[in-house]
């Protein structure tokens, strides 16, 4: 049984009858999304048809082939592409970590694991000691015990960020630099603790980078549970391991930006742009990161179609090729963009999963910013507000390409993303349809109040 | 790769130094409800170890004894029993509904189907033709069609409304009354759609309650592809379908609200009472509905015992029995508040599941509600903010109950709840920990400042 007081809704305070009108133009496209919208089923052919997509595969390929062909079904102005060279790395094998002896006595207990993007193999089987520590200080302090070693970073979220991006912006460096970090002291390969915030054992990939000076050595994340274990096991004892990995690069391979436009009626030669990223990382089908964003794009186009809306600027939708492991494609958008001098007053990346919305994040200058917080209202109704700060990696190339040029993003809750980020359980079962489509609905919101209002 | 901007946290406006001293107690409840809250192992036990608990059933019996033992481990002032009787409604077997005619042609389609609690079974096979209705009007109009017949409302959620309960409480009718709306013209049996926002063909079940002037018939929630199918051939032709059910009730059964408490140390007389229900529908195992208010409750103990704090108001956490089919726990709490004439200042559910809070909905005066909403600040780091309006079916008894009373809910985000709501699939592996321990943050949150600056 459940009979409750009912929260009454917010109702956005009308201050003229402007205001009004656009009020009910949302709820329309509300209205016409959560109804009838596609973005759930786009989703389900871009995870379950093609799979995971990593730049340089046969599937990134068959996104962007899909892609195209799912754009032009929805009849905007025109649709192309726009090719770029991406990187070609492969996993390479079955990646393989395990635990070979404890205080001298061997054992043979293998951890979840996954080799880091852009990581190079092992070339064979590597065992060593391991050196478990928690930071970079703490390496930096135990730097003469690293030589011919494996060194394990400790590296756990901070489970009292609430805003969990804020946790992972700082166990994120482990993963980027810390194989270099290590190799700078001899170090022979690197291990960390998966970047999550899953009470599981899924390891989590993501993109690292070598600094040139040193030794190119593996790099694995492990399962959370495994990752715990070993650096229990590392503090009261001496620990060795075994490291192999397959990672490789092919020569770049060719790939492309996938854009639908639609011209303005009345200020064409100004372009505001929304979007996301059409690849993903191999180990799984990248439906929140960032399928997402692609099919939230794509919905936010299908709505102006299916409600006849004639914008006044012109509005491109961008799947964007290759972020996961160079961002070459958000590069060559904003590359182009200045060959052609292009007037990009509004740039907005939804590519935090298909959440529940929170926020329209908004990186503006004050005065500017004060102008979208009036719209909070209009956005309340969906779950929504105006907050200050947002873009995206696509489209931070983007900034300052013109004086006007704005940068956002689509702010969903983020209690659950790292859980599956970059993590095998990143699959469309883990998307819940209606809070897919309420993200539509605010990038749609945005998108007309942009058009209609212009950024000054 | 994941670079971006992060949105700026909404910080507190101190209006002064008492205000940080709130914001820095709720910190140290948060931080140690994210770091060491033990809601997601709890929730585990009941749902893992106990499983489903409909009144009356030993399951709901092994609730009780663990919610006591879990509550006394705690070490609050006193756990005690408050017993109350429980209607003890069995579904007896397996609800069968199938297709087995169209147009006068043969055929056996089964239905996904589940008799809806309280409902009384068939007594052997009822087979008949279907009158498919999308509304009580309509079954007004065509009431002369309806003797013999078996009666399908089309009980389908509204997408459009943001906030599912609104949805919910508009399609519950159906679900609630149709079977005696129906019976009253003579039908023979009643079918829904379930309702459900999920695009799958999982049936819901969930309480009916009869009017005694017409015809018990059987009454059965269909999965919604189903239904929706059932729907669209019964709207071009002549359907016939199959129906059998077998509840039935024993007498009714000896249940216990658990209550824990800490006494005040300054208004001992004044109590704060939080709480979510113990039971659960046979069909699942009550994770989200209501193991999540269960298992918040007490984490809001644990952590007032953990960080030694003293409240000056007495405090109740109760695990109310029987909210699903008769809400007697909750009747019987309100009956012996007033034999004892106990003094309630301010009452909350949290029964909306264990998904991110949104806000602390709150029914009270203008006056009082001003006040609690200068509290906004401090809940926002938390996801959260005061909004009007709130409660819970087993603390509803309590309003009015004396002139302080304010009643209050938690108010999660809502687009997953209707998914899984007295479904098959509210299980431990759809609650998010995270989630579900943000919930507890927010609710020790408003206990606290409620605590602390009473209510007036
Ligand atoms: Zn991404
Ligand atoms: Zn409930």
């Known amino acids: 049984m459940k009979l409750r007081f009912l929260p009454l809704l917010l109702l956005p305070l009308f201050s003229n009858a402007q205001s009004n009108v656009d009020s009910l133009f949302i709820k329309k496209m509300s209205d016409e999304i959560m109804t009838n919208g596609k973005a759930y089923d786009l989703l389900y052919e871009l995870t379950k048809k093609i799979g995971g997509r990593l730049a340089g595969s046969p599937q990134a390929q068959n996104a962007v082939i899909w892609g195209k062909k799912s754009l032009e079904a929805m009849s905007p102005d025109k649709v192309f592409l726009q090719p770029c060279k991406v990187p070609n790395w492969k996993r390479g094998g079955n990646d393989f970590v395990a635990i070979t002896g404890v205080n001298g006595e061997a054992r043979m207990q293998p951890l979840a694991a996954f080799a880091l993007g852009n990581s190079l193999g092992s070339n064979g089987l590597i065992e060593a000691e391991v050196v478990a520590v928690a930071s970079f200080e703490e390496l930096e302090k135990r730097k003469e015990e690293v030589k011919g070693k494996i060194v394990y970073f400790h590296s756990v979220f901070d489970p009292t960020k609430i805003q969990t991006f804020k946790a992972y912006g700082e166990s994120g460096a482990f993963r980027r630099s810390g194989a270099s970090r290590a190799a700078k002291y001899g170090a022979v390969a690197v291990l960390i603790h998966s970047l999550s915030t899953a ?258």
Chains 1, 2 share one sequence.
């Open 199 to 456: 009470p599981d054992n899924e390891p989590h990939t993501g993109v690292m980078v070598y600094d040139e000076a040193y030794p190119k050595i593996p790099a694995v994340a492990l399962g959370p549970n495994d990752a715990q274990l070993l650096y229990a096991l590392a503090k009261k004892g001496t620990i060795k391991t075994q490291v192999q990995t397959y990672g490789f690069f092919l020569p770049d391979a060719d790939d492309n930006n996938v854009i639908a436009e639609i011209r303005g009626s009345e200020f064409p030669d100004q372009y505001i742009t929304l979007g996301g990223h059409l690849d993903s990382w191999d180990v799984n089908e990248g439906a929140h990161d960032d399928g997402a964003g692609i099919v939230q794009t794509m919905e936010v186009l299908r709505v102006m179609k299916a409600l006849n809306y004639k914008p006044k600027r012109t509005i491109r939708f961008v799947l964007f090729a290759n972020e996961e492991n160079a961002a070459r494609g958000g590069k060559e958008y904003a590359n182009q963009a200045k060959i052609n001098m292009e007037n990009h007053i509004f740039v907005i990346e939804s590519d935090e999963g298909g959440f529940t919305p929170r926020s329209i994040g908004i990186t503006a200058s004050p005065a500017q910013f004060a102008k979208f917080q009036t719209w909070t209202p209009l956005l309340k109704p969906y779950g929504s507000e105006i907050t200050f700060g947002g873009g995206g990696t696509d489209i931070a190339p983007m900034a300052g390409i013109n004086k006007e040029s704005i940068l956002a993003g689509l702010i969903p809750d983020s209690q659950r993303y790292f859980d599956l980020h970059h993590a095998k359980t990143d699959v469309f079962e883990n998307v819940n349809k209606r809070e897919l489509h309420l993200g539509a609905v605010n990038m749609a919101a945005i998108i007309y109040l942009i058009d209609k209002y212009g950024v000054k």
